[in-house]
């Protein structure tokens, strides 16, 4: 959530900001400004009329003990006829600051300097590519034939149990899962992150906290008795984990990893993409989550960049880094990097990372604060990325790494998984 004070004092520059993302709706800008002068306004009425209240009450007992009887009664009754022009004033307040809370939420955060012009995804940039597109044999298969011919994932199973978008992974693929977990954990818990095993669900001030309420309660599954939902990343519990604390500037940065199954029901997806292991519901991904301090925030930005690029370089995986467009930008976030992997037998690039900062905009709804060398509470920053999201890894592995004799595995993974192929 943006920063009230920013808005007032920044007007004209918000809405330019949120141009570059191709927001809409930037009369609600001036409508939040107008609130909070009404909000101020009635504040100010509040706070006056309870000083008046104050004062005449620290009145009132010392002229019962002189026996002003009458003064006293007098003043009692102007108390009382204060606290009555009270109440409405109250009331009003109370209305006017949900009001202004509810459309301060509907405000996108602003797109950082860096962000490129553009509204589609192919109008962001391509940073930096890596590692070389293989050749493949003659008679190459995509991945969803090669889990079948190898007995690696029943799509029809996880169908007949659940529904589309649900696979079982089966023998040497389940066991490829749990490697790829261990190997992005012990990966990122060697670059000084400690490894977190959160809720798979969460509630409803968690899920208001990292922005996925309430932009995406469609995309969400929603456990409806209990107002729980599933989580869509691991970034929600993790991130959650300091809502309302105050950490010591010293202490910065937080580094945080967590494997979790994630959830999403993608909806208005269906039909784009959804083959094999492309687009499900559920999937498996180990993120990474950081909380910086300010003046440091986009620096571990291209640290975590070259994290997870160095991670895609150790599966020897082709892959490209594309910085968003503001039109492409996601609601919560200030720059985003994104990484696609090559899917050979498919001829497709596919997203399998995001990383991206989100400055104060979660931890302004979090409260997620340390306090500076001058005693002030400051907003800290926070960050994530995945590290990584697997159905997509899996999918390019197993496409680009088929010969005839099978499918090769890379070098890194050969001490988790115990062979060299599948």
């Known amino acids: 959530m943006l920063q009230l004070a920013y808005i007032r004092q920044h007007t004209e520059l918000v809405k330019k900001r949120l141009a570059v993302k191709h927001f809409r ?17 009635l504040q100010g009425q509040s706070d006056n009329t309870q ?24 003043k009692k009754q102007e108390v009382a006829a204060l606290k009555s022009s009270l109440q409405p004033v109250a009331e009003e307040l109370a209305r006017i600051e949900k009001q202004l809370e509810e459309t301060l939420v509907r405000l996108p955060n602003l797109p950082a300097a860096a962000v490129p012009e553009g509204k589609t995804p192919e109008d962001n940039v391509i940073i930096r590519e890596g590692g070389a597109i293989p050749q493949l044999p003659e008679g190459s298969l995509p991945h969803w034939d090669l889990a ?29 899962q749990r490697a790829l977990i261990q190997y992005f954990l012990d990966y990122n818990t060697a670059a000084g992150y400690t490894e977190y095993q959160p809720p798979l669900m969460v509630n409803e001030a968690s899920a208001y906290g990292t922005g996925q309420l309430p932009d995406k309660e469609g995309q969400m599954y929603h456990a409806t008795e209990d107002n729980f939902y599933l989580i869509p990343t691991a970034e929600v519990p993790v991130t959650n984990i300091y809502r309302d604390e105050i950490i010591p500037e010293g202490r910065l940065p937080v580094k945080m990893t967590a494997y979790t199954p994630c959830f999403r029901r993608e909806a208005g997806s269906y039909g784009k993409d959804v083959r094999g292991l492309n687009r499900l519901h559920q999937f498996d991904k180990v993120e990474i989550v950081q909380l910086v301090h300010p003046d440091t925030s986009y620096a571990v930005l291209e640290q975590m960049v070259d994290h997870v690029e160095a991670l ?6 082709p892959y490209r880094i594309l910085k968003l467009c503001g039109g492409d930008l996601g609601f919560t976030s200030a720059l985003t990097y994104d990484f696609e992997v090559y899917s050979s037998a498919q001829h497709k690039w596919l997203e ?23 005693g002030k509470l400051q907003l800290v920053h926070s960050l994530n990325g995945s590290s990584l999201a697997l159905p997509r890894i899996l999918a390019a592995l197993l496409e680009n790494n088929q010969t005839a004799e099978g499918i090769g595995l890379p070098q890194v993974l050969h001490p988790y998984f115990g062979h060299s192929s599948l």
């Open 25 to 41: 709706e930037t009369g609600l800008v001036d409508l939040i400004v107008s609130m909070d002068e009404q909000r101020k306004k």
């Open 51 to 74: 000083a008046r209240i104050n004062t005449l009450s620290r009145e009132i007992g010392p002229l019962m003990a002189s026996r002003s009887l009458e003064e006293a009664e007098l």
């Open 148 to 176: 079948k011919k190898y007995n690696l994932i029943d799509f029809e199973l996880g169908n007949k149990i659940t529904g589309s978008g649900f696979p079982v992974y089966v023998h040497k693929g389940a066991r490829l």
């Open 312 to 317: 895609l370089n150790s599966l020897c995986l």
């Open 352 to 374: 399998v990372s995001s990383v991206s900062n989100f400055e104060n905009y979660q931890t302004n709804r979090m409260k997620i604060r340390y306090r500076d060398a001058g």
